[in-house]
């Protein structure tokens, strides 16, 4: 287990090199793009984009809409931090593995993240081309990325109380109303994936508390708290869950749905990040 943090250490040191190599660009804010978000990092401008193939320790995505890239700029006047893509449990990478990128933002200076995803909608309010901020998880994944974690006097018994920031919900809930974007907050559920959920299932994650369901947010956002990150995280729902829809759910009606929805999607980030950044500025003496 030491050989291991220790080579995990290492490659932490060698992805802080290879990003500041690159940019002397340093952001407080980052944002993972997951499905359906993907172009928002086409609206930043003066931006420098590394392939994660090329940063050490970065796992390889490989679903459709996840370009996986490391993306470096300003929306606005904000500096920014993008990852344009994610690589999932489901593809047989490790906790470690997905968790990674976010231990590498923790030591660039990142101070808070906005996790994106795709999920479906359980909630009897919700319809396709809704977002949901999320307020609270329901970790179905069968795995908890602070396993063997425990390194440099941190401790793992992390409290998950309030993993997702308040005054992120706040900024989040007005830059959708600007937008005029259907917003809900609510429960997100995680899964392990890759098959979509049985109508049974949906019924039971529904009678839990659920109010939406997807593969991915959960171990990120976990990592990101144990790091001391402010954690936001923003669900649109592509589709209804199974027993909701009337057709077979498929991945390709979740990109479609994205790229319907792209430029509503980058302009609700876009003001997201301006108020982020003006309330940062406030703040700051």
């Known amino acids: 287990m030491t050989a291991q943090r220790n080579q995990v250490s290492n490659h932490i040191r060698r992805a802080l090199r290879c990003v500041r190599k690159h940019s002397p660009l340093r952001p407080r804010l980052a944002i993972l793009l997951g499905s359906g978000f993907d172009s928002f990092a086409h609206t930043l401008t003066g931006t420098v984009r590394i392939p994660y193939a090329r940063i050490p320790g970065f796992p390889e995505t490989r679903v459709a ?21 994610r690589a999932h449990y489901y593809e047989g990478h490790s906790m470690g593995e997905i968790t990674f990128p976010i231990r590498v933002l923790a030591e660039l200076g990142i101070e808070s993240i906005l996790l994106t995803n795709a999920a479906g909608g359980i909630h009897s309010k919700h319809r396709p081309g809704d977002v949901m901020c999320l ?12 396993r063997g974690q425990m390194q440099d006097g941190k401790p793992c018994f992390v409290d998950l109380s309030s993993v997702y920031d308040t005054q992120i919900a706040l900024e989040l809930r007005r830059s959708a109303r600007l937008c005029k974007q259907r917003f809900h907050s609510g429960v997100y559920l995680a899964v392990s994936g890759p098959s979509y959920e049985t109508p049974a299932e949906i019924r039971a994650f529904a009678r839990l508390g659920a109010d939406a369901v997807g593969m991915s947010t959960v171990p990120e956002a976990i990592v990101a708290h144990h790091l001391g990150l402010r954690v936001g995280a923003l669900s649109c729902i592509t589709n209804l869950a199974a027993g909701r829809n009337p057709v077979p759910i498929t991945h390709q009606e979740v990109l479609t749905m994205g790229r319907n929805l792209h430029g509503q999607l980058s302009r609700l980030l876009q003001e997201f990040v301006r108020r982020h950044s003006s309330k940062k500025t406030r703040m700051t003496p």
Do not use: A, R, Y
């Open 65 to 85: 809409g996840h370009s996986g890239d490391l993306v470096l700029g300003h929306s606005g006047d904000t500096p920014v931090l993008l990852l344009c893509g």
């Open 135 to 146: 307020t609270d998880h329901i970790n179905f994944m069968g795995q908890n990325p602070l």
